[in-house]
């Protein structure tokens, strides 16, 4: 009963194992999962897609339908031009970095985040044989230009995630232009992890394939629309990269669930007017969280977008928080740079964030 070595070599997630271990009465607060159900035209469209038979393999790269609402998404949104041949639907955005990965990555290539980051960078470029190496964020939680600057030369990827899990650190346009244009020049292909590009509440969303050519975007109707269960992403990239990840996709999974590919159409074509009211209302508990902490004395910079707060606790505090019934993610799962801090996810009711907020009260 052997483990290849490179399966071996990661980590079972950690915010998982959390996220089953939280005892009864417990606050979770621990996963990045909206807590608002999929849109009813969303679900309506899915229902008429299975009486439609629509349930068969659809084109590996998803249906046309669908690729071309998501070109239009990126034009009107993004002010990106993409075409239907540049893009492949996946099972969410976590395949479409998976498919990145195996496709670009060889044996030994450097695969470049932000410490603290999302877990699955590192995972991924492992699996596909790469070196991930953490970039430094500086004490705003934003990227820190010079340092990934020192560090970008000879590295194969770079992931920019604005707006960015765990920190809710949103990048400004300059900061997005300048990695760009520096990985431009330096031959780093910049894969840009927008999920939660419609979650922000200062500044503004940018998409780096405005600033360079070699740029692949990855997103996803997940986070945007309440669907992480549809499993439902895609990637938008240049042409060179489209056959192979096709490859790869082909594979590992075909296509995308015919179900979620009518589903995605529905929402990208459809009433936009629910995810403003998410955006409305992670906005008034962003607010409810950053405050609650900051009349305990705890500050740290206002996370800017998705619906995390990465807030600064020592390891004896997370304990304290964890053992009072709230699940919350320490910082040591997203990297090595953020021991003493810890994510709190606000995708849940405010009722629930007050309880939870009077709970690390007590504990602190
Ligand atoms: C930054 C980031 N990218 C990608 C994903 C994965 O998204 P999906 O559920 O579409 O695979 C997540 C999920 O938490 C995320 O936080």
Not at 45 to 57: M, N, P
Not at 139 to 146: K, M, S
Not at 301 to 328: C, H, N, T
Request: charged residues 20%; glycine residues 8%.
């Amino acid at each position: 009963m052997k483990i290849a070595g490179r399966v071996q070599d990661i980590e079972v997630s950690g915010i998982r194992t959390l996220f089953e271990s939280a005892g009864p009465g417990s606050i979770n607060l621990g996963l990045g999962q909206p807590d608002f159900d999929t849109p009813d035209h969303i679900r309506d469209a899915a229902i008429q897609a299975i009486r439609d038979g629509k349930t068969g393999y659809t084109n590996n790269t998803g249906i046309i339908e669908l690729r071309t609402a998501i070109c239009e998404k990126l034009k009107k949104e993004n002010n990106l031009t993409y075409t239907p041949d540049q893009v492949i639907v996946t099972a969410g955005a976590s395949e479409a970095l998976h498919l990145v990965m195996q496709s670009l990555v060889e044996t030994g290539d450097r695969v470049l985040f932000a410490d603290p980051g999302f877990v699955s960078y590192a995972a991924l470029a492992s699996l596909a044989g790469g070196r991930p190496e953490g970039v430094p964020l500086d004490a705003t939680l934003h990227l820190d230009v010079e340092k990934a600057k020192e560090i970008m030369g000879g590295a194969r990827l770079f992931v920019i995630n604005s707006p960015a899990n765990p920190t809710g650190a949103v990048e400004g346009a300059e900061t997005v232009r300048d990695l760009v244009e520096y990985a431009m020049d330096a031959g780093v292909t910049i894969v840009s992890d927008e999920v939660y590009e419609h979650f922000v509440y200062e500044r503004e969303h940018v998409s780096a394939a405005a600033f360079g050519d070699d740029v692949i975007t990855v997103n996803a109707v997940s986070k945007t629309y309440a669907m992480t269960g549809w499993r439902l992403g895609y990637l938008a990239a240049p042409e060179e990269y489209i056959t192979p990840c096709v490859k790869v996709h082909q594979y590992c999974q075909a296509c995308a669930t015919s179900i979620s590919q009518y589903a995605a159409l529905a929402a990208y074509k459809g009433d936009q007017s629910p995810v403003a009211a998410m955006h409305h209302e992670y906005k008034a508990r962003r607010d409810l969280i950053y405050h609650g902490f900051e009349s305990m004395g705890i500050r740290f910079p206002i996370p800017e977008g998705a619906f995390y707060a990465f807030v600064p606790m020592d390891q004896g505090l997370i304990s304290r928080v964890l053992s009072k019934g709230v699940v919350i993610v320490p910082g040591s799962a997203f990297g090595k740079n953020s021991p003493n801090f810890a994510r709190l996810s606000y995708a849940a009711p405010r009722s629930t964030l007050d309880e939870a907020l009077a709970r690390i009260r007590s504990a602190l």
